[in-house]
């Protein structure tokens, strides 16, 4: 109930351009951030107070477009790097990808997320996918999300390559750890090669698909794809 009224006060506060606004809205913000802590650690009642949260701060971005979506990019982000995420909160982040106020360098550190989860995480990989193409497709001219993009080609290529690396290390062998910044789902099988080199895969074709009519990138395309073969070419298997 204290919830539902500071979201009354936001709106009321917002429509009178109140500059106590801005201080309700940061606190429903720090209040989303920290349930979703309660939600990680099993805390009983934080799931529905953190979906409560979510659903109606999607609904203030809405009706409130003012509102100022970076606030909460950060912290989130943060958040699900080291305690994890699931459908609702990917989804959250889905709106806030969408949404007509996030800014360039918001955007950047969203896809940096997203598109990790993307190629790492077979429950979710997928979902992520789709958030970095609708970013990638809204700031594709951005020279920051250029330069980002050929980073990330070649970490796809790389975890394509390795897929074949791995068949011939030992099943324990720390190469073949999932990547340590990111806590992904339990439910996740990252050690499974297979899943992982089709998610890469999949996401380089999707990420094409964006920018294939863009020369400054697709130039380095093939010479990133030789390079990472070249790198990895003793792990292949000879005919």
């Not at 940061?26 to 990680?40: D, I, M, P, Q, R």
């Not at 889905?94 to 106020?101: D, G, K, T, Y």
């Amino acid at each position: 109930e204290a919830l539902s009224c500071l979201f009354q006060l936001l709106h009321r506060l917002t429509e009178a351009r109140h500059r106590c606004a801005v201080i309700v809205y940061k606190s429903l913000v720090f209040a989303l951030v920290e349930t979703h802590v309660g939600v990680v650690e099993g805390d009983k009642g934080s799931d529905v107070i953190h979906e409560f949260l979510q659903s109606n701060l999607l609904d203030a971005t809405r009706r409130i477009p003012s509102l100022p979506v970076h606030v909460m990019i950060e912290p989130l982000i943060n958040q699900h790097a080291r305690q994890g995420y699931n459908n609702n909160d990917l989804g959250f982040l889905a709106c806030l990808a969408s949404h007509p106020r996030l800014a360039a360098r918001q955007a950047l550190l969203l896809l940096h997320f997203t598109a990790k989860v993307a190629v790492h995480d077979v429950v979710f990989g997928r979902l992520a996918g789709t958030i970095s193409i609708e970013l990638l497709s809204r700031f594709k001219d951005q020279s920051s999300f250029l330069a980002y993009l050929e980073k990330f080609t070649r970490v796809a290529f790389s975890l394509f390559m390795k897929a074949s690396e791995r068949r011939y290390l030992p099943p324990n062998d720390p190469s073949s750890a999932p990547d340590p910044g990111l806590k992904v789902t339990a439910k996740s099988s990252l050690e499974d090669a297979e899943s992982r080199s089709s998610l890469a895969l999949e996401m380089l074709s999707r990420v094409w698909m964006v920018v294939q009519d863009i020369p400054a990138f697709t130039s380095k395309i093939s010479i990133l794809a030789r390079s990472v073969v070249s790198d990895f070419k003793t792990f292949l298997p000879t005919k």
